[in-house]
């Protein structure tokens, strides 16, 4: 009977040992992979890409529409900004409302931190934003007392667009930008899940 017992507690404390190695290897090519994605322009231009091909509105007619598959995920822009209100809320705290999709007045999501409220517009476009949208923003961010906005794409901002968002207090959120702040959103949630679970490593 001593001798069971004893094996047992050689099983599991030899399965114990080989949970916690896989667990740390596991760790290990997680976080190798994280920091080679911040580091990587390329990569992080690659993401921002799938992004906007998962978003995107596919037309009926389209022969190169993105079906989902079992590697594949395809949502509509609809959820485009719910995506994007929940990584601005992982990754800078506060709490986001996402918009209905009709009637929002051009307001996708509104975040409110403990600075106080942010209104953002989310577009996934492969071409670069003109300023209309940040135009939208700004008004909207006077009418309800908004102290700064979000103007966030897959794609990149045309030089005025840039130009006209100077000095608003409207941050241009360009698809590189969104994998940064997304990847940051991660991170935050991974410190969080060690700080209820501590020996997680």
């Given at each position: 009977?001593?001798?069971?017992e004893?094996?047992i507690?050689?099983?599991?404390i030899?399965?114990?040992?080989?949970f916690?190695?896989?667990k740390r290897?596991?760790?290990y090519?997680?976080?190798?992979l994280a920091s080679?994605?911040d580091?990587?322009?390329?990569?992080?231009?690659?993401?921002?890409?799938?992004l906007?091909?998962?978003?995107?509105?596919?037309?009926e007619?389209?022969?190169?529409s993105?079906?989902?598959?079992?590697?594949f995920i395809?949502q509509?822009?609809?959820?485009f900004?719910?995506?994007?209100?929940?990584?601005?809320?992982?990754?800078?705290?506060?709490?986001t409302w996402v918009s209905?999709p009709?009637?929002?007045?051009?307001v996708?999501?509104?975040?409110d931190?403990?600075?106080?409220?942010y209104?953002?517009?989310?577009?996934?476009?492969?071409?670069?934003?003109?300023?209309?949208p940040?135009?939208?923003?700004?008004s909207?961010m006077?009418?309800?007392g908004?102290?700064?906005?979000?103007?966030v794409?897959?794609?990149s901002?045309?030089?005025?667009?840039?130009e006209y968002?100077?000095?608003?207090?409207?941050?241009?959120?360009?698809?590189?930008?969104?994998?940064?702040?997304?990847?940051?959103?991660l991170?935050?949630?991974?410190q969080?899940?060690?700080q209820?679970?501590?020996?997680?490593?």
């Amino acid at each position: 009977m001593l001798l069971v017992e004893i094996m047992i507690g050689v099983v599991l404390i030899t399965s114990w040992i080989h949970f916690q190695m896989l667990k740390r290897k596991n760790n290990y090519k997680t976080a190798l992979l994280a920091s080679h994605i911040d580091s990587s322009e390329e990569m992080k231009r690659t993401l921002a890409m799938g992004l906007y091909l998962r978003f995107r509105k596919e037309q009926e007619d389209n022969n190169n529409s993105i079906k989902a598959n079992s590697v594949f995920i395809k949502q509509d822009p609809f959820t485009f900004e719910s995506f994007v209100a929940e990584v601005f809320e992982k990754a800078r705290g506060g709490n986001t409302w996402v918009s209905p999709p009709t009637g929002d007045f051009g307001v996708d999501f509104e975040h409110d931190t403990k600075e106080g409220k942010y209104l953002g517009q989310v577009k996934c476009y492969k071409e670069d934003v003109p300023f209309g949208p940040i135009a939208v923003i700004h008004s909207n961010m006077i009418k309800q007392g908004a102290i700064g906005g979000y103007v966030v794409t897959t794609g990149s901002f045309t030089k005025y667009a840039r130009e006209y968002a100077e000095e608003l207090n409207i941050e241009l959120v360009d698809g590189v930008r969104l994998v940064e702040i997304w990847l940051a959103g991660l991170e935050n949630a991974e410190q969080e899940i060690k700080q209820v679970i501590p020996e997680y490593i």
